[in-house]
């Protein structure tokens, strides 16, 4: 089955600086990648997702990358604000015309914007 | 539009008790996937249904079970509970087959004392 490994556990940045989080998974059939946040107490939230037919994708201040061969991806925050404060969730899945599996998770990276 | 629903917030139950959860889906939505968040784990996927049928499973116990109603709502059942079975249980609808985007309830917290 899937594995998402997800790094790092913890990041701590300055706020108005840029913030990256890695994730790489096993499955070479994963073809969908979303990044979820999750505020404490709170349902995690879907912020981005791409595909495997792209590359990039980019929303305002936050973008995904993808790349195939080397099967990871990268969550990237610019201009990081205090509300960015929360866990961050990677996950891959394999989607095909049957519908959807599961989501794999990674186990997340908590994010905190120092003011 | 009313988000996912999932009912009870909170519960309490007894090892070996067997407990029942649910989630209403988004209107429209007929996929409906379970999920096990704990602080050691993670994340864990442990069902998914879509029109009333189980289309992929994870890798948990027997113990763990589900059922979609004709109206997309669903629920889950865990018998026989073990202490390591308190989590966050987590229910995420999505609008098709095709459309993998999946919207998460606030989940029920389990606690088996």
């Known amino acids: 089955g899937e594995n998402v490994e997800q790094h790092p556990s913890t990041l701590s940045v300055q706020e108005g600086d840029s913030a990256v989080i890695k994730c790489t998974y096993s499955d070479s059939a994963s073809n969908y990648f979303p990044w979820y946040k999750q505020e404490l107490g709170k349902r995690p939230q879907l912020i981005i997702d791409?595909?495997?037919?792209?590359g990039e994708k980019k929303d305002q201040r936050i973008a995904v990358t993808l790349n195939k061969t080397a099967k990871h991806f990268s969550l990237h925050i610019t201009e990081t604000q205090p509300e960015d404060s929360a866990v961050y969730f990677c996950a891959a899945t394999v989607y095909s015309g049957g519908g959807a599996d599961g989501l794999t998770f990674g186990k997340g990276t908590h994010l905190i914007i120092q003011p | 539009k009313a988000g996912v629903t999932q009912t009870p917030r909170y519960l309490i139950k007894t090892r070996g008790q067997q407990v029942t959860l649910s989630c209403s889906p988004i209107s429209g939505h007929r996929s409906v996937s379970w999920y096990q968040q704990t602080p050691g784990q993670g994340l864990q996927f442990l069902f998914e249904?879509?029109?009333?049928?189980?289309?992929n499973k994870g890798n948990f116990p027997g113990r763990f079970s589900g059922r979609q109603f004709s109206n997309s709502r669903s629920e889950m059942n865990v018998s026989t509970l073990e202490l390591g079975d308190s989590a966050l249980y987590l229910c995420?609808?999505?609008?098709?087959?095709?459309?993998?985007?999946?919207?998460f309830g606030q989940g029920t917290r389990l606690t088996v004392v």
């Open positions: 995420a609808s999505s609008l098709l087959a095709e459309n993998t985007e999946a919207f």
């Open positions: 791409i595909r495997s037919n792209v």
């Open positions: 249904y879509f029109s009333e049928t189980q289309r």
